[in-house]
């Protein structure tokens, strides 16, 4: 088994920054790719960004690209997700998902994720 532990979610006012940090215990060495999904109250989790295992790949939804930066320190079993510009539609639970599959672009769908966290709020005020 794998344990996902989020950290780093909270209130922030639009236009500010945060940064999420899912730290990984367990079967870790059965991780390859890892992502963000997050989700609101009444709606679907959705799809927010994913790595590949170097770090060489990553892939965005289209609402946070150029506004978040996915990456991953292996060597600690930690994934990051830099949140910059933020806006109060960025407003949700985020969970930290891992998976066995490598590529980002393959991490996009919530049935197929392996492993999830427990998510951590954040909250962008106006």
């Known amino acids: 088994q794998v344990q996902l532990v989020e950290s780093g979610g909270g209130l922030v006012q639009a236009g500010g920054s945060l940064r999420l940090s899912c730290a990984s215990s367990g079967r870790s060495f059965s991780i390859k790719g890892m992502g963000w999904f997050r989700q609101v109250p009444g709606k679907e989790r959705e799809f927010v960004a994913a790595i590949s295992w170097r770090g060489i790949s990553t892939y965005y939804a289209d609402s946070v690209k150029g506004r978040f930066t996915i990456s991953r320190d292996n060597a600690k079993n930690t994934l990051y997700l830099q949140m910059n510009s933020l806006k109060p539609e960025d407003t949700a639970l985020y969970y930290c998902?891992?998976?066995?599959?490598?590529?980002?672009?393959?991490?996009?769908?919530?049935?197929?994720?392996?492993?999830w966290g427990q998510g951590t709020q954040v909250t962008v005020s106006s």
């Open positions: 998902a891992a998976d066995s599959e490598n590529d980002p672009r393959s991490l996009t769908v919530v049935a197929g994720i392996d492993y």
